[in-house]
Each structure stands twice: as structure tokens, then as C-alpha cells.
């Protein structure tokens, strides 16, 4: 219940009274009452639809009886769906909606759970909003136009005493109905609701950014620093809040070892495909002579993936490629990527200037992954460049992503081919 709304009302009402002398003698003219009153609402019946003068008869109620949003309550609210999605995922949010007390978060987290791309997500709710924004632009339009439309008939019902040759006390009695039903209930109450509208219509761009956030995958303590920015400074969250849910296990990290290993792993099923192939080659004993030379460097690692096979000759690099696309043996889609991703260590080389610069355009999940199975040395490099907020929740994603070896190769590979990329572009030196 809005307590001001009844203050006002009251209030405004005790003050008369009080001017009077609390006396209502005088005052009070039945006739001059129900031109006012009665006036006004023929003149807006006229004006408006019946079934929008029904909704904002329905509308008024909102001004005694609020249901406004509570944004910080709405906050606690999402990040506890962010905190759930990252442990369970999105379909774990499922069963969790039937208790969402609002329509809106149960209609958005359902589209993001059923996979709605995200630009389609944002235009189907914005487009709701937009139309509800609307409808209630009309509800205060109305209730606006019925507070002048009393005003009008007061001053009707002031013609209307002298015409019959009332005095002037008489033409006032109508005037000050018209002015008390316009400045206590017609233009005030389209105000309020004009308020409201406003609180609703920052609550749904919240959930709307909340949504966007679950759906990507975003760290609660972002999500929490995101709609964080849509309340004003004293009432928003102190940062400090502890999981409504029990948080994940932290898997373990991946050595660089176990990385080194995934790429010895890759180059055995190369040389072995290389081998086998060259055996049922019809290339004489030196041709096959060389191309065991330069698998034995392969093998060493004295070469790479692509030089490797681009060096075996047109016809031989066909065979071996056809036979490593056969689906028992697989060829990993990144090749060339192994060679770079083992070159991942080396930027613990790079200095503090050239790795602010590189963590701006770096993609945020591929920086978690590829410092999974990072030496501490490389983890510290990137670590010790973030300010003390980030880190700290970068380090909780380490910690509790999951991923396999060749996952953080090519998150690697493909930092280091940014990198490389940006160096080109001469944005970073190496």
C-alpha cells in the first residue's frame, strides 16, 4: 500500500476542512456536484473508448495499492539464476520458473533456455515493453484528461449558477470542486502512475540485461556488477554477497605437461597415418628414405604439423590427408594451431604494457581456458595485469571451468594467432 497516496488525499482534504473553519456549511451543493463529477466522466466516455476508461478505472488501484518492482530484490533474484545456470546450466533453470513471481523473467529465461538466439530474445521483449510502455502512457493519458475535463464542467457549472443569477459564492462551490477533483485526484494520479510506469520500465531493461548475461555465460559477480549500474549509488549491492547456492567443485587444472603430452599424442597418430601410407606408396627407397628423415624431425619437433606434410610432395600429402580425415583417426582441425599453441609459454617474454593491450581484444572464455592449462608463471603474467576485481573472478572461472587438452590448445592458438595478428597491425610489439 502506498502510504503517501493516502497522506495526500487525506492531508489535502483536512486542509480544506480546516479553511472552512470545519465547517461545511456552504459549501456542499448536490447540483453542482454531479455537473462536476458526472460531467467530467460523460466527457471522457466521449473522448475515450469504454474499454480504456475500464482499464484505467482497473489502473487506478496501482495508486493506492502499489505493486511497484523491487530492482534490488529482482537483482538477488537473477544472479541467483546466474550463480544456478553456471552449475547446472540453462535447462537446470527450468523447473525453478514455476516460482518466479514475475512473468516477464519466467517468459525471458525460457526463451534463452529453449536456445532463442540472442538478438531475437532482446527484440521480442523489447518489442513487449515498448507496447506495455504504451498501454500505460494511455492509462495516465486518460485519468489526465478526466482530471481537466472536471475542470472544465467546474467552470460549466459556474455558467450554469449564473445564468439562474447566483451570487459569486454560489459560482465558486463548482470551481472549487473542479480544482480539488483535478490537483487531488486527476492530474496527481496520472503523475504517480507516470512513476511507476518509469520504475517498471527500469525493471524490465534489467531483466532484459540479466537475461543477456545468463544466456552468455557471464560470471555472477559480473552479472551483479551489470544490473548493479541500473539503481543509484546508496542502494545498490554492497558486492559482498555470498551464493545462494552451493558452488561448484573446482576442477582441477590442466599442467602443461598434460598439454605437452596431448601434442605428442597428435604427432604419433600423424606419423604413424605418414608412415603407414608411405609403405603402400608405389615411391622408390629414396623418396621414402627422405620422408623418414623429416618424420624423425618431426618426431623430435625440430618441425611442424604443416611443414611436415606440406614437405611430403602433392601426391603423398593426399594419401595421408584422406587417411587422417577417415573417422577412426580423425586429423584435429588445427594443425597449424599446435605449433602455436606450444609457443603459448613464451609469453611470459612479453611485457606488463604489451599484455593490457592484448587482454582488451582477447576473447574473455578463450583467456579462462587457455590459462587452464597454463604454467603458473603465464597465469601470473595475465593475472598480475587485471585490477583486483577481475582477478579475482577470472581466477574463480580457472578454477571451476571444465575442459579437455584440446580445448585449451586451440584457446591458446587462437590467442596467440591474435596476437600475432594484432602485431601485424602494429597495436603490439613481440
Given at each position: 500500500m502506498?502510504?503517501?497516496?493516502?497522506?495526500?488525499?487525506v492531508?489535502?482534504?483536512?486542509?480544506v476542512?480546516?479553511a472552512v473553519?470545519?465547517s461545511?456549511?456552504?459549501?456542499?451543493?448536490?447540483?453542482?456536484?454531479?455537473v462536476?463529477?458526472?460531467?467530467?466522466?460523460?466527457?471522457t466516455?466521449?473522448?475515450f473508448?469504454?474499454?480504456?476508461?475500464w482499464?484505467?478505472?482497473?489502473?487506478?488501484k496501482?495508486?493506492?495499492?502499489?505493486?511497484?518492482?523491487?530492482?534490488?530484490q529482482?537483482i538477488e533474484?537473477m544472479?541467483?539464476?546466474a550463480e544456478a545456470?553456471?552449475?547446472?546450466?540453462?535447462?537446470?533453470?527450468?523447473?525453478?520458473l514455476?516460482?518466479?513471481?514475475s512473468?516477464?523473467?519466467?517468459?525471458?529465461l525460457?526463451l534463452?533456455?529453449?536456445?532463442?538466439?540472442p538478438?531475437l530474445?532482446?527484440?521480442i521483449?523489447?518489442t513487449?515493453?515498448?507496447?506495455?510502455?504504451?498501454?500505460?502512457?494511455q492509462?495516465?493519458?486518460?485519468?489526465?484528461?478526466?482530471?481537466?475535463?472536471?475542470?472544465l464542467f467546474?467552470?460549466?457549472?459556474?455558467?450554469l449558477?449564473?445564468?439562474?443569477?447566483?451570487?459569486?459564492?454560489?459560482?465558486?462551490?463548482?470551481?472549487l470542486y473542479?480544482?480539488?477533483?483535478?490537483?487531488?485526484i486527476?492530474g496527481?494520479?496520472?503523475?504517480?502512475?507516470?512513476?511507476?510506469d518509469?520504475?517498471?520500465?527500469?525493471?524490465?531493461?534489467?531483466v532484459?540485461e540479466?537475461?543477456?548475461?545468463i544466456?552468455?555465460?557471464?560470471?555472477?559477480?559480473i552479472?551483479e556488477?551489470?544490473?548493479a549500474i541500473?539503481?543509484a549509488?546508496?542502494?545498490?549491492?554492497?558486492?559482498?554477497?555470498?551464493?545462494?547456492a552451493?558452488?561448484?567443485?573446482?576442477?582441477?587444472?590442466?599442467?602443461?605437461?598434460?598439454?605437452q603430452?596431448?601434442?605428442?599424442?597428435?604427432?604419433?597418430?600423424v606419423l604413424e597415418?605418414?608412415?603407414?601410407a608411405?609403405?603402400?606408396?608405389?615411391?622408390?627407397k629414396?623418396q621414402k628414405?627422405?620422408?623418414?628423415?623429416?618424420?624423425?624431425?618431426?618426431?623430435?619437433?625440430e618441425?611442424?604439423i604443416v611443414?611436415?606434410l606440406?614437405?611430403?610432395?602433392?601426391?603423398?600429402?593426399a594419401?595421408v590427408?584422406?587417411?587422417?580425415?577417415n573417422?577412426?583417426?580423425?586429423?584435429?582441425d588445427h594443425?597449424?594451431?599446435?605449433?602455436?599453441?606450444?609457443?603459448f609459454?613464451?609469453?611470459?617474454?612479453?611485457?606488463?604494457?604489451?599484455?593490457?593491450?592484448s587482454?582488451?581484444?582477447?576473447d574473455?572464455?578463450?583467456l579462462?581456458?587457455?590459462?587452464?592449462?597454463?604454467?603458473?608463471?603465464?597465469?601470473?603474467?595475465?593475472?598480475?595485469?587485471?585490477?583486483?576485481?577481475?582477478?579475482?573472478?577470472?581466477?574463480?572461472?580457472i578454477?571451476?571451468?571444465?575442459?579437455?587438452?584440446?580445448?585449451?590448445?586451440d584457446?591458446?592458438a587462437?590467442?596467440?594467432?591474435?596476437l600475432?595478428h594484432?602485431?601485424?597491425?602494429?597495436?603490439i610489439?613481440?
Amino acid at each position: 500500500m502506498d502510504i503517501a497516496t493516502l497522506i495526500g488525499l487525506v492531508g489535502g482534504a483536512l486542509i480544506v476542512w480546516q479553511a472552512v473553519d470545519g465547517s461545511s456549511i456552504g459549501l456542499y451543493d448536490g447540483t453542482a456536484l454531479l455537473v462536476v463529477v458526472g460531467g467530467g466522466i460523460a466527457a471522457t466516455l466521449v473522448a475515450f473508448p469504454l474499454r480504456d476508461c475500464w482499464n484505467a478505472l482497473r489502473a487506478t488501484k496501482n495508486v493506492v495499492v502499489v505493486r511497484s518492482p523491487d530492482p534490488p530484490q529482482l537483482i538477488e533474484r537473477m544472479v541467483g539464476y546466474a550463480e544456478a545456470a553456471r552449475r547446472e546450466g540453462l535447462l537446470g533453470l527450468e523447473e525453478s520458473l514455476g516460482a518466479e513471481p514475475s512473468g516477464l523473467v519466467r517468459r525471458g529465461l525460457q526463451l534463452a533456455i529453449d536456445g532463442t538466439e540472442p538478438a531475437l530474445i532482446i527484440d521480442i521483449l523489447e518489442t513487449e515493453m515498448h507496447f506495455v510502455e504504451e498501454r500505460h502512457a494511455q492509462v495516465q493519458r486518460l485519468i489526465e484528461r478526466l482530471g481537466r475535463h472536471w475542470a472544465l464542467f467546474a467552470g460549466v457549472g459556474g455558467l450554469l449558477v449564473l445564468a439562474q443569477g447566483g451570487n459569486a459564492a454560489a459560482v465558486a462551490v463548482p470551481l472549487l470542486y473542479g480544482a480539488l477533483l483535478y490537483g487531488l485526484i486527476g492530474g496527481s494520479f496520472a503523475r504517480k502512475l507516470g512513476e511507476y510506469d518509469k520504475k517498471e520500465i527500469l525493471s524490465w531493461r534489467l531483466v532484459i540485461e540479466a537475461i543477456m548475461a545468463i544466456q552468455s555465460g557471464d560470471n555472477p559477480r559480473i552479472v551483479e556488477h551489470k544490473l548493479a549500474i541500473f539503481l543509484a549509488p546508496k542502494d545498490r549491492p554492497s558486492g559482498d554477497r555470498k551464493p545462494t547456492a552451493p558452488v561448484p567443485t573446482p576442477t582441477p587444472d590442466i599442467s602443461p605437461d598434460e598439454i605437452q603430452r596431448f601434442a605428442d599424442e597428435q604427432r604419433e597418430l600423424v606419423l604413424e597415418v605418414v608412415r603407414e601410407a608411405v609403405r603402400k606408396s608405389a615411391g622408390g627407397k629414396e623418396q621414402k628414405k627422405v620422408v623418414e628423415a623429416r618424420a624423425t624431425r618431426f618426431e623430435k619437433g625440430e618441425l611442424g604439423i604443416v611443414g611436415f606434410l606440406v614437405g611430403l610432395g602433392a601426391e603423398l600429402y593426399a594419401q595421408v590427408i584422406a587417411c587422417l580425415l577417415n573417422p577412426p583417426k580423425p586429423l584435429i582441425d588445427h594443425a597449424e594451431q599446435l605449433d602455436r599453441a606450444l609457443d603459448f609459454e613464451r609469453l611470459v617474454e612479453l611485457t606488463d604494457e604489451t599484455i593490457e593491450k592484448s587482454m582488451r581484444e582477447i576473447d574473455q572464455r578463450d583467456l579462462v581456458i587457455a590459462l587452464k592449462g597454463a604454467s603458473g608463471a603465464v597465469r601470473e603474467k595475465f593475472l598480475g595485469n587485471m585490477s583486483k576485481r577481475v582477478r579475482v573472478f577470472i581466477s574463480e572461472e580457472i578454477g571451476l571451468v571444465g575442459c579437455e587438452p584440446g580445448q585449451i590448445v586451440d584457446s591458446q592458438a587462437r590467442i596467440v594467432m591474435h596476437l600475432l595478428h594484432m602485431a601485424k597491425q602494429e597495436k603490439i610489439q613481440l
